[in-house]
């Protein structure tokens, strides 16, 4: 089971299908990864900014066994993921398309995954729930055999990375 961290808004401005207001998107986005958990388990917390319109103090939620974490006013997500990265002994899977929270996470010992290589993950497990898998759905599951790049092994960090996108 992985230690999931979430960059929310991050990743919710890459998503498509998500509508309405910010507040109808967050609900959607934490129902699909409600969704998510629900088939693997993984513990998953979300970070979400409150630096212009949060609360004084820092806010803490739990929705379908999401831990939600809105930071404080005048505070972004990136501080509170870079703060929790820092703090805990748990070893947590960033999710973030942020180059600076994905290498500060990495600096710390954790695995940092682009955004745009766990939407398919979200996307795909949602599709197997409801029995939907015709071919044209299928888009992020592109399988090849043309092997690229340096048939050399991957660096450490690479395969630790490539194992927990797998696990994921």
Not at 58 to 75: A, T
Not at 93 to 122: C, M, Q, W
Request: charged share 35%; hydrophobic share 35%.
């Amino acid at each position: 089971m992985a230690n999931i961290l979430i960059d929310g808004y991050n990743i919710m401005a890459k998503m498509d299908g998500l509508r309405g207001s910010l507040e109808a998107r967050r609900e959607g986005f934490i129902s699909r990864l409600g969704d998510y958990r629900a088939q693997k388990f993984h513990d998953i917390t979300v970070a979400f900014d409150g630096e212009k319109g949060g609360w004084i103090t820092e806010s803490h939620e739990r929705k379908q066994g999401i831990n939600i974490v809105y930071s404080r006013l005048g505070e972004k997500a990136d501080d509170v993921i870079k703060r929790m990265v820092k703090a805990h002994d748990v070893e947590y899977t960033v999710i973030t398309s942020d180059r600076e929270i994905a290498s500060y996470a990495e600096n710390y010992g954790h695995t940092a995954i682009l955004s745009e290589e766990f939407i398919p993950k979200l996307y795909f497990n949602n599709r197997i729930e409801s029995g939907n898998r015709d071919d044209e759905d299928m888009e992020y599951r592109i399988v090849t055999t043309r092997k690229k790049g340096n048939p050399k092994r991957l660096s450490k960090a690479a395969r630790r990375r490539r194992q927990r996108l797998d696990r994921l």
